[in-house]
């Protein structure tokens, strides 16, 4: 009884995977043809899964029901195929039976919609597509007792990316009060508009506006341009870099006569996605006056981003910025640290 039931599975097994892949030792690989391309062809078995089998090894294949084939002159031929003789298959559709080299094969698949080249252009059209990217973060922290403290921030930008450019607009809104007084206040808005036009060289423009009563700034203004080089661009690993020139423009919350120049532009982007779900990003930005090169600012910006969960929307950020400024207006000092960790929505 068990020998009968074993031939009946057995039986069963083969009808479900009735294609045949011939190797040149002489083996018949038994099982679903489900792809084949010009490198290898993808077996289903019922014994070791899906293998890819080398197409230098393989002598012919037969399909038990119709396949798609494209051969090397562009046709594509819908059909049953069976191995004719050494080297060659015969595809066998409405219009009759065709007798083929086996190299001539380039391609196959079983539905419709699975043609490789469709495909390959749809996914080139959606590579070229643009998207926007929305950002927000916010985070309110307190303390009371010996020191009463409140401190508010929040950030908001809008990507649009594209295979080749990306345009961004940020802002951002820092307040923080000391025992009902006031020691930061700091608003940010900006833009920057990067154009690849011979990746991975590229240029870029950017603005960027800022006030900061506690640093005796009304209005800094900062534009600049020039070039940019992407050294890695992986979906888990980005580096770029750019050199430019730029122009800052400052007035003063004391009526300090207004002051400005034109300096360099220097800066480095830096992204790491680990195990999948932690993100890491680093920024810095250099800008040292033309005129003197004792006079810059310096912007360090680092963060990490947790998810929450497994969230593809929510996230928690704790991160570090750093922005130092050579020749700070009334006495002030030199190095503002910012500790922060905020609550991140992310959405499409």
Not at 61 to 90: H, I, N
Not at 274 to 286: K, S
Request: glycine share 10%; hydrophobic share 35%; with cysteine.
């Amino acid at each position: 009884m068990k020998k009968r039931l074993f031939i009946v599975c057995l039986s069963l097994t083969a009808s479900l995977f009735a294609d045949e892949v011939l190797i040149q030792d002489g083996t018949v690989l038994k099982g679903k043809i489900t792809f084949i391309t010009e490198a290898v062809i993808e077996l289903e078995t019922g014994f070791a899964g899906t293998l890819q089998v080398d197409r230098a090894q393989v002598t012919g294949f037969s399909t038990d029901e119709p396949v798609f084939v494209r051969l090397a002159s562009g046709a594509v031929m819908p059909g049953t195929v069976s191995a004719s003789e050494q080297g060659k298959v015969s595809i066998s559709g409405i219009d009759g039976v065709l007798s083929a080299p086996l190299s001539s094969v380039r391609q196959g698949w079983i539905e419709p919609g699975q043609d490789p080249e469709i495909l390959a252009r749809e996914q080139a059209v959606a590579g070229l597509q643009r998207k926007w990217k929305y950002q927000a973060t916010a985070n309110v922290s307190g303390k009371s007792g010996n020191t009463d403290e409140k401190s508010m921030g929040a950030t908001v930008s809008a990507t649009l990316t594209g295979k080749e450019d990306e345009l961004k607009f940020y802002g951002s809104y820092d307040s923080r009060e000391t025992d009902g007084a006031k020691t930061v206040d700091e608003r940010k808005v900006g833009m920057r508009y990067t154009s690849y036009f011979n990746d991975p060289w590229g240029w870029y423009a950017r603005q960027e506006l800022e006030s900061d009563e506690f640093e005796n700034i009304k209005l800094r203004s900062v534009t600049a341009g020039g070039l940019s080089y992407r050294f890695a661009n992986e979906d888990h690993y980005k580096l770029s870099g750019n050199a430019g020139l730029s122009y800052r423009y400052e007035t003063y919350q004391d009526g300090s006569p207004d002051t400005d120049s034109i300096g360099l532009d220097l800066g480095l982007q830096h992204f790491y996605r680990l195990e999948n779900r932690f993100e890491i990003h680093n920024e810095l930005t250099f800008i040292p006056s033309l005129q003197d090169f004792a006079n810059y600012l310096l912007t360090q910006n680092s963060w990490i981003d947790f998810p929450l969960g497994n969230s593809k929307l929510w996230k928690v950020r704790a991160g570090l910025r750093n922005d130092y400024n050579s020749m700070p207006e009334g006495g002030r000092e030199e190095t503002d640290t910012t500790y922060y960790s905020s609550l991140v929505v992310d959405w499409e």
